[in-house]
């Protein structure tokens, strides 16, 4: 049976909880770690890792293979060689950017492939693989500025190691979830731990998220305007998407800032990376 706890008990079986999940994954060989360096932006957050950069540069590496072989053996892989060219030009400028952020990265086994799908997505997996679907650019009718700034985006959460620092945090949760049956014993409640853990989710794990794509909205953008791609373009892409996602949970409760905090933020710096961009242009080659 479970039991609804006062406030004030409740508060404390999760602060207990959340302490000996702190204090188990401590024990478990977490590492706080500096993954890339400031930058223009100033992203200078430490992070907590449980898990190894190798692994989950490993999974990727399986996991991104077996992605493009189902789409070779579907067909639906680099099926426009003009797109191709496309996502895979700005991607060029993009990649010698990240030396900036972290010097070990330029030299990452890099891939670029369009996947031809509805779905509006791209990503960036551990080590640099890079997916496009034709759906982002297809139905955002997306322009090269607008683009550079998806693919600077999903390229930052792969310097922050923002997969790894997940997988490490829902460890954590893992313990959580294990450490609120006990917490609830010391109290003499029955707690269940699914709640806890949903309930330690909304509190530690979607707030972190929001940060993580905080700091890969900034990376991205300082990424793209080295490259010479308009910082601007970064707002008008996240309007775009915001109209085609039409209605969306509150802030609270998603992963993802507010429309409104981000573009907020996004002409923030992108004040900071202007002269960037500025400098950028007068070495690019007219588009």
Known sequence: MTIKLPLRKARKAISSVALMAIALTTM??????????????????????GVSREQVEQQSSVAYSQLRQEAGQKRTLNTDPALLARVQGIAKRLIPQVGVYRPDA????????????????????????????TGLIQQLKITDDELAAVMGHEIAHALREHVREQQSRQQLLGVAGFG????????????????AKNGLQVVFGLP????????????GLELAARAGYNPKAAITLWQKMGALSGGRPPAFLSTHPSPESRAADLARMGQIVQPLYDAAIKTQPKR
């Open 180 to 195: 609120a049956v006990i917490g609830g014993a010391l109290l003499g409640v029955n707690i269940d731990p699914n709640l």
């Open 28 to 49: 478990q060989g977490c590492e706080t770690v500096q993954t890339t360096q400031a930058g223009a932006v100033g992203v200078t957050r430490k992070q907590s890792m």
């Open 208 to 219: 972190n998220s929001r940060e993580a794509e905080v700091e890969a909205d900034d990376i």
């Open 106 to 133: 330029v030299a990452w086994k890099w891939e670029v492939n369009v996947f031809q799908s509805d779905e509006v997505n791209a990503f960036c997996m551990a080590g640099g693989k890079i997916a496009v679907y």
